[in-house]
């Protein structure tokens, strides 16, 4: 049974940061591209970052490029995303992803999401 487990979020300030974390099992972590998407209430999933098995091939939202920095540790089967210099408006349920496809309208599996709360 795949599981992707969401971690980190809460409540922050703005100009804050949070880093989250997905720990992966029942699959073959290091061989998946992950990413990183988001919901806001009334808006639809928006795609935040994505790396590939090798971490070599990194790609970042528009509303979150330099502010968030995603890594990942295969043999500890975890992904991660470092968000700096937070904003009201990246306020939303952050997912997790394994192999996310067309712009993170389908996945192999998603993770049961975590609430990040900016406050103003």
């Known amino acids: 049974q795949v599981q992707l487990v969401e971690s980190g979020g809460g409540l922050v300030q703005a100009g804050g940061s949070l880093r989250l974390s997905c720990a992966a099992s029942g699959l073959t972590f290091s061989t998946y591209t992950m990413g990183w998407f988001r919901q806001a209430p009334g808006k639809e999933r928006e795609f935040v970052a994505r790396?590939?098995?090798?971490?070599?091939?990194?790609r970042y939202g528009d509303s979150v490029k330099g502010r968030c920095t995603i890594s990942r540790d295969n043999a500890k089967r975890t992904v991660y995303l470092e968000m700096n210099s937070l904003k009201p408006e990246d306020t939303a349920v952050y997912y997790c992803?394994?192999?996310?496809?067309?712009?993170?309208?389908?996945?192999?599996?998603w993770g049961q999401g975590t609430q990040v709360t900016v406050a103003s």
């Open positions: 790396i590939t098995w090798g971490g070599r091939n990194i």
């Open positions: 992803a394994a192999n996310p496809r067309d712009g993170g309208s389908s996945a192999d599996y």
